[in-house]
């Protein structure tokens, strides 16, 4: 297979910007995100990145010169945690049992991830349905 020696795990890309822009406080031309990355990553490889940052919404952008800069949404572990979260997301819909998938998750969660599901259900503005396939379970209390 052609291309770059060591291939980046997916989304380290991703992570590695958020984490450049977090560090930075202030909005970066794609240039200066470049920079601040050293290596050889090609000026599109970073501009193609921040990109589909921007339309995940984990990024602001706003006219600088002739490009954008681009900042965060929020704290660095929000953005984070919102691509997570849109990762999840997308590996649930591409499930062919979505009842079985959430269900198998759930199973694997340790109980303090388990309470935590817990409580944002009990607590998201439709919390006093049940989930329609399956309960989180109860693993006690720590």
Same mark, same amino acid.
Request: with cysteine; charged share 25%.
């Given at each position: 297979?052609?291309?770059?020696?060591?291939?980046?795990?997916?989304?380290?890309?991703?992570?590695?910007?958020?984490?450049?822009? +977090?560090? %930075? &406080?202030?909005?970066?031309?794609?240039? @200066?995100?470049?920079? =601040?990355? $050293?290596? *050889?990553? #090609?000026?599109?490889?970073?501009?193609?990145?921040?990109?589909?940052?921007?339309?995940?919404?984990?990024?602001?952008?706003?006219?600088?010169?002739?490009?954008?800069?681009?900042?965060?949404?929020?704290?660095?572990?929000? +953005?984070? %945690? &919102?691509?997570?979260?849109?990762?999840? @997301?997308?590996?649930? =819909?591409? $499930?062919? *049992?979505? #009842?079985?998938?959430?269900?198998?998750?759930?199973?694997?969660?340790?109980?303090?991830?388990?309470?935590?599901?817990?409580?944002?259900?009990?607590?998201?503005?439709?919390?006093?349905?049940?989930?329609?396939?399956?309960?989180?379970?109860?693993?006690?209390?720590?």
């Amino acid at each position: 297979m052609a291309g770059r020696p060591h291939p980046r795990p997916s989304g380290s890309l991703e992570n590695e910007i958020v984490a450049c822009l +977090a560090a %930075a &406080g202030e909005p970066l031309t794609p240039a @200066q995100v470049q920079a =601040e990355l $050293g290596g *050889d990553l #090609a000026y599109t490889t970073v501009l193609t990145t921040l990109t589909r940052l921007y339309s995940k919404q984990a990024l602001h952008r706003a006219p600088r010169g002739r490009t954008y800069a681009y900042q965060l949404v929020g704290s660095k572990t929000e +953005a984070q %945690a &919102g691509l997570t979260a849109r990762q999840m @997301q997308k590996l649930l =819909e591409a $499930g062919v *049992d979505r #009842a079985s998938v959430l269900s198998r998750f759930v199973d694997n969660l340790d109980e303090d991830s388990a309470r935590i599901l817990r409580d944002l259900l009990a607590h998201h503005p439709d919390g006093d349905q049940p989930p329609s396939s399956g309960r989180i379970p109860d693993r006690g209390s720590k």
